[in-house]
């Protein structure tokens, strides 16, 4: 038996390097997957790896700051797959700009893919599905930075920093359901958001020199276990937690 075998799950951001990842291998792992991105065309090769596994998948093209789109969405994966088991809240931006260089639609922009749309993700798979079967998973894609911050990712970091309180306020509030919510901070992970500083350069050698104990930049396939497990049966005692893959990094 596959650990996700028959589960409906729902991945934002799911034509990023992340996303992409968790979507292809939930699939190996039996669920039918539902990805969602502003870039339909990011999407396409992971979803034909969905299909190469022979599991059922469908993808849209929603913006996560439209609440409506994002409830339309849920009750059209319920009409369709007929729940929606697990919900993963990847879509993100990540901007860099120096404190007194932020634009209030920079802050706002980034506050709301991040913030509001994991929270009208939650609310909507909530709604629709987990609260009346009593039962789902919820994976937050956070990050270190809310832990260790850094210069010119102060909107990025108030960003994450609000979904690593959304994640233990609502873990706490459903405990007693079947529901658990938990979050994954990734390290330094290089995908189409980061490519740019980490697949070569000052940066990635000052990382993969100083700050990671593990020698190198991650990968998306370095999520995806964990992504995995937090979906699975196997985590049920585990709730409003943050399990950082981030290589052991210091800082
Ligand atoms: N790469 C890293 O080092 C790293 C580290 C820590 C956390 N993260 C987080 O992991 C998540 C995935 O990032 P990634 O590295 O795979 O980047 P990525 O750029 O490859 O993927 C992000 C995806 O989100 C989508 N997206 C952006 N805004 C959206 C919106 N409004 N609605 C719907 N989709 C939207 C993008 O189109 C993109 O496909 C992000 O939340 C990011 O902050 C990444």
């Known amino acids: ?23 292809a291998a939930y699939a190996r792992e039996g669920a039918k997957v539902c990805l969602c991105d502003l870039n339909n065309d990011a999407m396409d090769p992971f979803m034909e790896d969905i299909r190469k596994e ?11 700051t439209d609440s409506a789109a994002i409830d339309r969405m849920v009750k059209d994966i319920v009409a369709r797959l007929g729940q929606v088991d697990i919900l993963v809240n990847t879509a ?39 609260l009346p079967r009593q ?3 919820i994976v937050n894609i ?10 010119g990712v102060a909107e ?6 609000g979904i690593v309180g959304l994640n233990i306020a609502v873990a706490k509030e459903l405990a007693l359901t079947g529901i658990n919510v938990n979050a994954i ?24 020199t100083w700050k990671i104990a593990k020698g190198r930049i991650g990968k998306p396939e370095d999520i ?6 937090l979906a699975s049966e196997e985590s049920a005692y585990i709730t409003g937690q943050v399990i950082f893959v981030d290589g052991g990094s210091i800082g």
Not at 2 to 13: F, N
Not at 224 to 229: P, Q, R
Request: with cysteine; net charge negative; hydrophobic share 40%.
């Open 142 to 151: 956070a990050s270190l930075a809310p832990f260790v911050g850094g210069p």
């Open 1 to 23: 038996m596959k650990r996700l075998q028959d589960k409906v799950a729902l991945i934002t951001g799911g034509g990023g390097g992340i996303g992409g990842a968790i979507g």
């Open 224 to 229: 995806v276990g964990t992504a995995v497990f």
């Open 156 to 161: 990025y970091t108030a960003a994450k920093g």
């Open 135 to 137: 039962a789902g998973r």
């Open 54 to 64: 022979g599991a059922e998948g469908i993808q849209f093209i929603v913006d996560v």
């Open 92 to 130: 993100g931006t990540f901007p860099m700009h120096g404190i007194t260089e932020i634009e209030d639609e920079s802050w706002d922009r980034t506050i709301k893919v991040h913030l509001y749309g994991s929270f009208y993700c939650i609310r909507a798979v909530l709604r629709e599905s987990m």
């Open 185 to 208: 901070a990734p390290g330094y992970i290089n995908t189409p958001m980061t490519q740019h500083l980490y697949s070569e350069g000052p940066i990635k050698e000052a990382l993969e």
